[in-house]
């Protein structure tokens, strides 16, 4: 499942794998209470719908502009990217700080950048898809929801409204005696928190955990987490068709490849959604689509 970064990759890189905190919403009544879904089989339909979401994705670029404010308070840093997706991989591409725009010289590093990010996202993902493993579209790899559900406890599930919809929200609680594979396992066994599922698209909507334990990935080069870091992650249907990032929060100190990096805390925002034809230059489509549902969605409480 995907997390973005955000995922947006919060994350969204993070967001496959990090789910979860204190649910948040109003009950629906109770005469219009349903049988609630098996959450197994309902966490499957979210990851194949997922998978399903990242195809149409890939048609869109969109805007994203993230605010850093170190915890020393001495320092706020603000970035803007185009997220959009070249053969096949994900990018963010910088093209204004602190509300400039790039010298002429710094945006050609940064296409230099983003080709040889591409170039080696595919050479890992080849790899990984000749060795039968599931990756996200860096060739990083993935952990799926058959193993997820393996290495903690979903409870308390439960219908509210959302945004004027039907939502099921599921309680998440790692599960400290699952034994685990690989470092990333054992970040994902130490995460506490909430997931919240569209129940007409079983599509993610909005998530919200924290993290129990510090751990670092690769010698903190790849991963790196301090204790006690929260995130939020809210999605919103765009054009009717797809559930894309909308707004992403976090606290604490936080490293995710070149992704993500924060200590302190950080605000994501993602929109302006085109559809885009992507070849060696960005072809923006004339028409900007608009969100299906409402955005001024409120984070959950800490």
Same mark, same amino acid.
């Given at each position: 499942m995907k997390l973005a970064a955000r995922t947006s990759l919060l994350l969204v890189a993070l967001c496959n794998s990090i789910l979860f905190a204190q649910g948040q919403g109003s009950s629906l009544p109770a005469a219009s209470m349903q049988p609630l879904p098996a959450i197994p089989n309902l966490m499957h339909e979210v990851e194949q719908n997922q998978r399903q979401a990242e195809a149409l994705q890939a048609n869109y670029l969109y805007r994203e502009v993230a605010r850093e404010q170190r915890s020393d308070g001495r320092k706020t840093e603000t970035k803007e990217y185009d997220v959009f997706w070249l053969r096949g991989v994900e990018v963010h591409k910088l093209v204004r700080k602190d509300g400039k725009e790039l010298s002429p010289d710094e945006q050609r590093?940064?296409?230099?950048? $983003?080709?040889?990010?591409?170039?080696?996202?595919? !050479?890992?993902?080849?790899?990984?898809? *000749?060795? &039968?493993? *599931? =990756?996200?579209?860096? &060739?990083?790899?993935?952990? =799926?929801?058959?193993r997820f559900l393996e290495l903690g406890i979903f409870s308390n599930a439960r219908r509210v409204k959302l945004n004027g919809r039907d939502t099921i929200a599921v309680d998440f609680a790692g599960d400290p005696k699952a034994r685990t594979r690989n470092r990333v396992e054992s970040v994902i066994r130490d995460l506490a928190g909430t997931i919240w599922i569209d129940e007409q698209d079983h599509a993610i909507t909005q998530i919200h955990g924290r993290f129990a334990d510090s751990f670092k990935v690769g010698g903190g080069l790849v991963m790196s $987490?301090?204790?006690? =870091?929260?995130?939020?992650?809210?999605?919103?249907? #765009?054009?009717?068709?797809?559930? %894309?990032?909308? @707004? $992403? !929060?976090?606290? &604490?100190?936080? @490293?995710? %490849? %070149?992704?993500?990096?924060?200590?302190?805390? #950080?605000? $994501? =925002?993602?929109?302006?959604? @085109?559809?885009?034809k992507a070849t060696s230059t960005i072809l923006p489509g004339v028409e900007t689509v608009h969100p299906t549902v409402p955005q001024d969605t409120p984070s959950p409480p800490r």
């Open positions: 590093k940064e296409s230099d950048r $983003i080709d040889k990010e591409v170039e080696k996202s595919q !050479e890992r993902k080849h790899k990984a898809d *000749a060795e &039968g493993k *599931a =990756t996200d579209s860096h &060739g990083n790899e993935e952990v =799926t929801v058959s $987490i301090k204790k006690g =870091t929260s995130f939020s992650m809210q999605q919103m249907k #765009i054009n009717n068709e797809v559930w %894309l990032p909308s @707004r $992403i !929060e976090g606290e &604490g100190a936080a @490293r995710v %490849l %070149l992704l993500l990096h924060f200590d302190g805390s #950080i605000l $994501i =925002t993602d929109s302006d959604y @085109r559809k885009f």
